[in-house]
């Protein structure tokens, strides 16, 4: 019986899975699929599809389109759901940019109460964190960043003490860091940068999961002398451009995980004192510059061995450079400048074979610690030792620095020639020895130096000509040689150097014609150019200044046409232009987009001023005075909407002032003295608001009585009185000068001579004389 009815089960099993064989379960029995979303989690997302609508400017990125009922919400674009329950767990909409709006208290989004990641980023979202923000207790990832929030964060913000990433970054938030945020003991990444927090900073102290930490750019306004050594897990602390004071947190060297410390622009002052150090520390970037610390460098700097970019610039240390910062061993980028440093430069910094960057300019050291021994694996790249008190020979082991791609030996004293040596470095991309005492010839080493991008030596004692080789610098922006010696002809084969932005040789002893057809090529990427105080003479041709195209095309850096070949222009030296207007300097970042400048005064220029100056749209500056031009004013000025400054004094121009002129809203400077200029002057605010010494020596003219009158000035003898035809109408509208000046802010100056360059850190415009 036993054995029969094992055999009637045995027949069993075989029809069953005979069966099953042919009768396939579902995929469903063998493998379930993820439940459906839960009803209440899509319609809080139906809620807030409201505030996301369907469309958004960029086809790649997230959309709402799909959220609608008839699909599975956990198949809608940007939601997740759990794989067991079906409840939404994350919900990334990040660079939804046409969201524009707020989140109220009882918006969908604070339904989803299941939540672990979120990410709002850069969605156009605007107004108060709600206190419903506490509702998603579960959210372990948290971005609103790149969004205008504004107010303080809700203490409800506690509530989330499950996160471990937060980031606040670039919004509006104002106050405190709430105290509640206390609570966040297993946040390990804190962004709040960008914003206008003033206080908190004490609570960071519990986060003792922190391994990032970054509260840049904010207001903070305290010091930073609580305890931070408890945060063990802390790699990265970066609290620059606030208002933090105080001495420096030597706890967070106690830190044995912490890589970097980025402290400057601040108040911090004091000596610097590091205190207890960590036997272990992996500490890598340390940034106190823009601070008030002062006294001298600590020679401990030297016991944290990992150390491989240090930055200290723009406080106020003095004595000298402690000899153990040669022991750091991985150092690859130094910066003193801007102290009180003085006395000799180590030799043993040119003995590394890491460092790459070193700056030491804007301090007080007078020479080399002798002998100064370059090693044959020296890697430095940047040398920038200008504004010192260095009176010595130009430095023949530079040479050796075969790597160098920017030199900055300015405002020193070094004399002697520039050496032909200097050949050797042909990756050199910026020379500046400007303001030395440099003597003999600018050396013809550019077939070699095919980077080369800038170059100043102006105010040296050089003397000959020129350089032929130059021609090979096809990536040439600025050249300088204002103040020397240099005898020669106009260069009109830089004129093949499309992209030369900046060309200025004032004050020295250059001749004979600009204009020449068979050699005259054109400037086409001119912005700025000054060959004032030579001894040019010749007239220009009517269309002289036709393809100057950079002096009347609007670029920005994106569509700039010599962008793709200039490569990546992010080079230690920002350029800029200072200019200097009653004696208020005017930072204009950017030069080589913003600002246009022609300085052709002080030479032997005669025949008319060319009419294809007014194709100039974009220029800032003219300067043609002190030269024999005749003829009229070209109405075609008028056409320069941008003019600032136009001089053209002290020469024999004739007839009347176009009265277009009087239209340039941003003219704030004029002068048309010493000319042979009759009729009647323009009645605008602009011309009236000029002082009496502006239209003097020119006997013809009328209408000076108001302006005269005002500067305390008697006015000029009138031979007769002006023509009633020539009176402006009373109907014209006159530009309110100030109004104005306001509106344009920065670009308004005055002066009469576009001055010399100054290029170590910055290209600084003197207008005056």
């Known amino acids: 019986m036993m054995i029969r009815s094992q055999s009637y089960c045995f027949r069993g099993i075989i029809t069953i899975s005979f069966f099953f064989f042919l009768n396939p379960l579902p995929n469903t029995f063998a493998s379930p699929t993820r439940p459906l979303c839960r009803h209440d ?63 109220n208290s009882t918006s969908g989004l604070f339904k989803l109460h299941h939540l672990r990641h979120l990410d709002l980023s850069d969605c156009s979202l605007h107004g108060e964190i709600p206190s419903s923000i506490g509702n ?41 860091i709430p105290t509640s945020m206390a609570n966040f003991t297993k946040l390990s990444d804190l962004n709040l940068k960008g914003n206008q927090f003033t206080g908190g900073d004490i609570i960071l102290a519990n986060l003792t999961s922190l391994s990032e930490l970054d509260l840049s750019f904010n207001h903070f306004k305290s010091s930073l002398s609580v305890d931070l050594s408890r945060l063990q897990n802390l790699e990265r602390f970066i609290g620059n451009e606030n208002s933090f004071f105080g001495p420096f947190p030597s706890s967070l060297l106690m830190i044995s995980s912490l890589k970097m410390i980025s402290l400057d ?53 003095v004595g000298q450079v402690p000899r153990s910062i040669s022991s750091l061993v ?26 790459w960057s070193l700056k030491l300019s804007h301090n007080i050291f007078s020479s080399f610690n002798k002998p100064v021994e370059v090693v044959d694996g020296a890697s430095i790249r940047e040398l920038n030792l200008g504004s010192n008190s260095l009176q010595v020979p130009f430095p023949q082991w530079i040479c050796k620095l075969k790597d160098l791609w920017a030199l900055d030996l300015s405002n020193n004293r070094f004399t002697g020639s520039i050496p032909q040596c200097l050949k050797n470095s042909t990756s050199l991309s910026e020379l500046r020895l400007q303001n030395n005492s440099l003597s003999g010839f600018i050396p013809d080493v550019f077939i070699n130096l095919t980077d080369l991008r800038s170059l100043d030596v102006s105010h040296n004692n050089l003397v000959g000509k020129l350089p032929r080789s130059l021609i090979h610098c096809k990536l040439m922006r600025l050249l300088n040689v204002d ?218 003219l009328f209408g000076l009585e108001k302006i005269c009158k005002e500067n305390h000035v008697n006015v000029p003898v009138l031979t007769s009185q002006p023509p009633k035809e020539s009176l402006p109408d009373p109907k014209e509208p006159v530009l309110n000068w100030i109004a104005a000046a306001i509106a344009f802010g920065p670009g308004v100056f005055c002066g009469l001579v576009l001055g010399h360059i100054f290029t170590s850190y910055k290209h600084e415009w003197f207008i005056a004389r």
């Open 41 to 103: 989690q899509r319609d809080a997302l139906l809620e807030l599809k409201k505030v996301f609508p369907s469309h958004t400017l960029n086809d790649d990125l997230v959309t709402t389109l799909s959220w609608n009922k008839s699909v599975d919400c956990c198949s809608w674009g940007g939601v997740t759901c759990d794989d067991m329950l079906g409840e939404v767990i994350s919900l990334k909409l990040q660079s939804y940019s046409t969201a524009n709006t707020s989140l």
């Open 483 to 700: 103040g020397n010696k240099i005898n020669d002809t106009f260069p009109f084969w830089l004129g093949s150097l499309e992209i030369l932005k900046v060309l200025v040789l004032r004050s020295n002893a250059f001749h004979g014609p600009v204009y020449n057809p068979t050699e005259y090529i054109g400037f086409r990427g001119l912005r700025i150019i000054n060959i004032a105080t030579n001894n040019f003479f010749g007239s220009l041709s009517q269309d002289y200044f036709a393809n100057w195209t950079q002096m009347y095309m609007v670029w920005s850096n994106e569509d700039s046409p010599e962008s793709d070949s200039m490569g990546d222009d992010s080079h230690m030296y920002e350029d800029s232009i200072d200019l200097v207007y009653k004696g208020v300097e005017t930072d204009f970042t950017r030069i080589f987009q913003a600002f246009k400048a022609i300085d052709f005064s002080g030479n032997r220029f005669r025949g008319h001023i060319p009419g294809s100056i007014g194709e100039l749209s974009e220029l800032r500056f003219l300067n043609l005075s002190g030269n024999a031009f005749t003829g009229n004013i070209p109405p075609s000025l008028a056409n320069i909407t941008n003019l600032e400054a136009l001089d053209l004094s002290r020469n024999n121009l004739s007839g009347e002032i176009p009265q277009g002129l009087g239209k340039l809203s941003f003219l704030s400077y004029i002068n048309f003295s010493h000319n042979h200029l009759q009729g009647f002057v323009p009645q605008t605010t602009q011309f009236q608001s000029q002082k009496c010494s502006s239209f003097m020596g020119n006997s013809g």
């Open 265 to 317: 622009r601040n108040h911090l002052e004091g000596p610097l004192v590091f205190g207890n150090m960590s036997s272990s520390s992996k500490l890598r970037s340390l940034d106190v510059s823009y601070n008030k610390f002062g006294g001298l460098i600590p020679t401990s700097l030297s016991k944290l061995q990992s150390l491989y970019s240090v930055d200290l610039s723009h406080n106020n240390f």
């Open 136 to 176: 998603l207790s579960r959210l372990t990832y948290l971005d609103l960043s790149f969004n205008q929030f504004i107010g303080e964060i809700p203490p409800s913000i506690g509530n989330l003490n499950q996160l471990r990433y937060l980031s606040l970054w670039s919004n509006d938030f104002r106050g405190n």
């Open 330 to 355: 991985d150092l690859s980028s130094l910066d003193l400048s801007y102290n009180k440093l003085e006395g000799e430069i180590p030799y043993l910094l040119w003995r590394s074979s890491t460092l």
